[in-house]
């Protein structure tokens, strides 16, 4: 039997950055997920040290500003594009301006200065990752992914999806579980 | 952050003009690379298998070559711990709906019909470049990890 797993990223992470953190010593507090408060001054050293134990887990500790900022851009992104209501979605820059206390122009320049691409591409991005989400655990229709996803359409939602990976959903799911019975097949062996 | 960081690109590709092509439209781009190229299949799987050689971010594999095609050297790849992380792009100049569902089944991320002209070709590496950086930073699932351009 094989099973499929899903996860709490956020719940991992937390677990693992309370682990490491603990290891150290070092006063801090966990504001979120992605926020800690270290109330001291990190020697070099030992910043440089705990970064690279981080990096090894897939963990970057950033620091200036802007970096921040885009951070905080792309964790607003993956949020709405989780939430299901049409008035939010409707209106993407208006909920960031205001989740992140600046001007819609102000952060569409860092994100674009800082990444080499727009805020909009990134929340069709992380759309289309969502549905590739959804799409392999095999649970729901085209139809209903469209309408989580709030597409106008299923057929809006098939043509964002093939503007962006080149494929139809059909013929990526096709994709998706033959490799997926390949890996198996492989594993057997 | 982008901005900083520098991608290593490896380019496997036996036609010069081509290589010459693809050395261009990466020096035309914002993102800073850093480009090797190998000559055939044989000569590629030497350097990936070299413990000193830093795995490159992404490989450019032109599906054909003399000794060893693209197709045989994506199998190996892929039966290879250690560079299961890399991002394999496929190119070729054919369209062929076969060539193209195969190299996908065998593991590849990124299929690329060369487009015949530069600009084009400029378009589509930044655009390779840029979601392949998302796929690197932003916690997205590489399995899902699937582009035809």
């Known amino acids: ?22 290891n150290t010593g070092v006063n801090y507090c966990l504001l979120n997920a992605n926020e800690v408060d270290i109330n001291q001054s990190l020697p070099k050293d030992f910043f440089n040290n705990l970064n690279s134990v981080l990096t090894t887990l897939g963990i970057e500790m950033v620091s200036t500003q ?9 964790e607003a992104v993956v949020d709405l594009v989780k939430v299901e ?54 649970e729901l229709t085209f139809t209903e992914i469209a309408w989580k996803l709030n597409y106008s359409s299923v057929g809006h939602f098939s043509m964002q999806f093939k503007n962006t990976t080149g494929f139809t959903p059909t013929f990526f799911k096709k994709l998706i579980m033959q490799r997926r019975a390949n890996a198996v097949l492989s594993a057997l062996k | 952050m982008i901005k900083n960081e520098i991608i290593l690109v490896l380019l496997a590709d036996d036609d010069k003009d081509d290589c010459a092509d693809f050395i261009e439209a990466f020096e035309s781009l914002k993102i800073k690379t850093v480009v090797t190229t190998v000559k055939n299949g044989i000569d590629l799987m030497k350097y990936l298998t070299d413990p000193s050689v830093q795995i490159p971010h992404l490989l450019f594999l032109d599906l054909n070559m003399p000794k060893k095609s693209g197709l045989d050297c994506l199998v190996e790849i892929k039966q290879i711990e250690k560079l ?11 369209s062929a709906e076969k060539d193209m ?29 840029t979601i392949n950086w998302q796929y690197h930073t932003a916690a997205l699932n590489r399995d899902n990890f699937l582009l035809r351009l």
Do not use: W
């Open chain 1, 1 to 22: 039997m094989i099973y499929y797993l899903k996860y709490d990223v956020q719940a991992i992470c937390k677990r693992l950055i309370q682990e490491q953190l603990n």
């Open chain 1, 85 to 138: 209501d049409k008035a939010i979605l409707s209106k993407t820059s208006h909920y960031l301006a205001k989740r992140l206390n600046h001007s819609y122009r102000y952060l569409s320049g860092v994100f674009s200065q800082e990444t080499y691409t727009t805020i909009e591409n990134y929340i069709i991005l992380q759309r289309v990752e969502r549905a590739k989400e959804m799409i392999s655990t095999d």
């Open chain 2, 84 to 94: 299961k992380d890399m991002t394999v792009v496929i190119y070729s100049t054919s």
């Open chain 2, 101 to 129: 569902e195969d190299t996908f089944l065998k593991g590849a991320n990124v299929y690329l019909k060369k487009p015949a002209h530069l600009t084009v070709l400029k378009k589509l590496l930044s655009h390779i470049l």
């Open chain 1, 66 to 74: 802007k970096s921040i900022l885009v951070l905080k851009i792309k």
